[in-house]
């Protein structure tokens, strides 16, 4: 059975930092490119930041510079460091692991920037 599990969520002011994981159980993980992605409340889900599998890095250009992702293979875990978070960042932030036939979805985590 395939999990993806984020964790790190939470309530942090403006100008903070959060570091988001996704753990993933049930795939190999090292194959597969893996993905952060937001939604807010009455938005469409975009695309925060990816990795692929030979660590090739793509981000959103509103987090350019302020987010990093990362993964460690060893732990099946990728990363998603944000720093001088934004009211605007305020989202659910789901992880996904995709190859060219199958992708997989986390439950999400929510973040909050707010004074």
């Known amino acids: 059975q395939v999990q993806l599990v984020e964790s790190g969520g939470g309530l942090v002011q403006p100008g903070g930092s959060l570091r988001l994981s996704c753990a993933a159980s049930?795939?190999?993980?090292?194959?597969?490119?893996m993905g952060w992605y937001r939604q807010a409340p009455g938005k469409q889900r975009e695309m925060v930041a990816t990795?692929?599998?030979?660590?090739?890095?793509n981000y959103a250009d509103s987090v350019k510079g302020r987010f990093t992702v990362s993964r460690d293979n060893a732990k099946n875990t990728v990363y998603l460091q944000m720093n001088s978070l934004k009211p605007e960042d305020t989202a659910v932030y789901s992880c996904?692991?995709?190859?060219?036939?199958?992708?997989?979805w986390g439950q999400g985590t929510q973040v909050t920037v707010s004074s």
């Open positions: 996904n692991a995709n190859t060219l036939f199958t992708t997989y």
């Open positions: 049930g795939i190999s993980f090292s194959n597969y490119a």
């Open positions: 990795i692929g599998s030979g660590d090739s890095t």
